[in-house]
């Protein structure tokens, strides 16, 4: 509408925690089905509207950076042009298709990200840890991590601030370096923060695995390796 336009300066991604969520963007017809774990992502001025594709209540985790507090959402909308006309899907492509399947991906506005596709890394000098990123720009980063039981992470530190959210199981959260209370303990659903420069550890300290997603904006690495 036009006193809410879909439409923003950041870069952002879409997690879906149940359901089925059908994601558009309106502006060029693109439409893509993400299931539960799936996530989707796209850039700053890309038009979008998501709905409920199933009979199951829909949960999506938002991540979103540069944040709205920079003037990078609803503020932004305001001055990109309304949309006149909406497209749900691409008629250019009827009588072409699968033949056209890579000029549609070369076009595509938005990428849907699953397990397979992730970009894996191990993090930690002695104790190396899986770490699946989802996306990773010059402003967001988000990854996710799994703990098998009596695992735990070696400190870390980012070069932006952390948010957190428990996809499965108990995950323990310590905060080093800073007064009591430096211990949390989170489980199913729970979220987390730690600030831009605060050393942090994960401990799974129960019988079965666990595992959260997180969000870094701006930089993933501390200031000193990303200047590297």
Known sequence: SDGFRTVFAADEIYYVLAGTMMLSNPESGELHRVATGEAAFFRRDTWHHAWNAGTDALRVIELFAPPPSQGTSGAYARTRPNLTEFRYGRDDLLGHWPMAAARSQAEQTMTIVRDADLLWRLEGHERHTPVGILCSTEHLTVGKIR??????????????????????????????????????????????????????????????????????????????????
Request: hydrophobic share 30%; glycine share 14%; no cysteine.
């Open 147 to 228: 703990l098998l039981p009596g695992e735990h992470t070696e400190p870390k530190v980012h070069g932006g601030d952390e948010s957190l959210y428990v996809l499965e199981g108990t995950v323990n959260l310590r905060v080093l370096g800073h007064p009591s209370p430096n211990w949390f303990e989170l489980g199913p659903k729970d979220g987390g923060y730690v600030p831009q420069g605060t050393a942090h550890q994960y401990y799974n300290m129960t019988g079965v695995p666990t595992e959260i997603i997180f969000g870094v904006a701006p930089s993933y690495l501390p200031n000193s390796e990303a200047a590297g």
